[in-house]
């Protein structure tokens, strides 16, 4: 079993950041991959950003050049730096984990971008 307890979202202006985390706990492999997917009302759940253990990433073509996905494998955390934040980007953020032989998913964390 696989816990996974997100943080960092909140209510910030067009153009603001926020750094969102997401630690994860319980039975791990080292071999993984974790990353960050949001919803939007109405809209269907999308990949943002993933990282592998081995630290290759893959972004969003909507993101690109403005949020950085890293980690933190002695942690087991993994980061979500959002900059140049639109209202476009307002979603609930997932965090999820998954290795050779199961997935998990967080419980979301809001990102509201409104002035």
């Known amino acids: 079993q696989v816990q996974l307890v997100e943080s960092g979202g909140g209510l910030v202006q067009p153009g603001g950041s926020l750094r969102l985390s997401c630690a994860a706990s319980g039975t791990l492999y080292s071999d993984n991959t974790m990353g960050w997917y949001r919803q939007a009302p109405g809209k269907q759940r999308e990949l943002v950003a993933t990282?592998?253990?081995?630290?290759?990433?893959v972004y969003a073509d909507s993101v690109k050049g403005r949020f950085t996905i890293s980690r933190d494998n002695a942690k087991n955390t993994v980061y979500l730096q959002t900059n140049s934040l639109q209202p476009g980007d307002t979603a609930v953020y997932y965090c999820?984990?998954?290795?050779?032989?199961?997935?998990?998913w967080g419980q979301g964390t809001q990102v509201t971008v409104s002035s």
């Open positions: 999820k984990y998954v290795d050779w032989r199961r997935s998990y």
């Open positions: 990282i592998t253990s081995g630290r290759n990433t």
